[in-house]
């Protein structure tokens, strides 16, 4: 009889312990390129009533930057991300704050399947490059 009160000590266990929630997500992304496919950005959020931006990393002209320290591009720092829920606006300024690097603008729309978001990026005093985008 031991042995099978161990083993339905353990079968408990094992059952208590696959009901306990793994790890929540709590980045999501938005990914966005131009019609030729030559610009790209990714945008990492934090889950949550609010966009709440971790870091960007595009890729624009031949240029790149970025929010995280150790990937390859200029570095960058985010000087305000704002959602007025239909444009979400992020600024990008450089390491010393001093100019606006790049504006980040993106129309964001509804729909059944997937969420549409369009717009544009523009980097320094160049024109603008229409963008489309995935993700949340």
């Given at each position: 009889?031991?042995?099978?009160?161990?083993?339905?000590?353990?079968?408990?266990?094992?059952?208590?312990?696959?009901?306990?929630?793994?790890?929540?997500?709590?980045?999501?992304?938005?990914?966005?390129?131009d019609m030729k496919f030559d610009s790209?950005?990714?945008?990492?959020?934090?889950?949550?009533?609010?966009?709440?931006?971790?870091?960007?990393?595009?890729?624009?002209?031949?240029?790149?930057?970025?929010?995280?320290?150790?990937?390859?591009?200029?570095?960058?720092?985010?000087?305000?991300?704002?959602?007025?829920?239909?444009v979400f606006r992020i600024d990008l300024?450089?390491?010393?704050?001093?100019?606006?690097?790049?504006?980040?603008?993106?129309?964001?729309?509804?729909?059944?399947?997937?969420?549409?978001?369009?717009?544009?990026?523009?980097?320094?005093?160049?024109?603008?490059?229409?963008?489309?985008?995935?993700?949340?």
């Amino acid at each position: 009889m031991p042995v099978r009160a161990n083993l339905a000590k353990y079968v408990a266990a094992a059952a208590l312990a696959s009901m306990v929630a793994g790890p929540a997500h709590a980045t999501v992304s938005i990914s966005c390129s131009d019609m030729k496919f030559d610009s790209g950005i990714d945008i990492v959020l934090g889950a949550g009533p609010v966009p709440n931006v971790f870091s960007v990393s595009l890729s624009v002209g031949g240029r790149e930057f970025t929010t995280v320290p150790g990937l390859p591009g200029e570095p960058v720092a985010i000087a305000q991300a704002f959602d007025d829920g239909e444009v979400f606006r992020i600024d990008l300024v450089d390491s010393q704050v001093t100019k606006r690097v790049a504006a980040i603008r993106l129309l964001r729309a509804d729909h059944d399947t997937a969420p549409l978001q369009i717009g544009y990026v523009q980097i320094e005093d160049e024109p603008p490059i229409g963008i489309s985008c995935v993700g949340p």
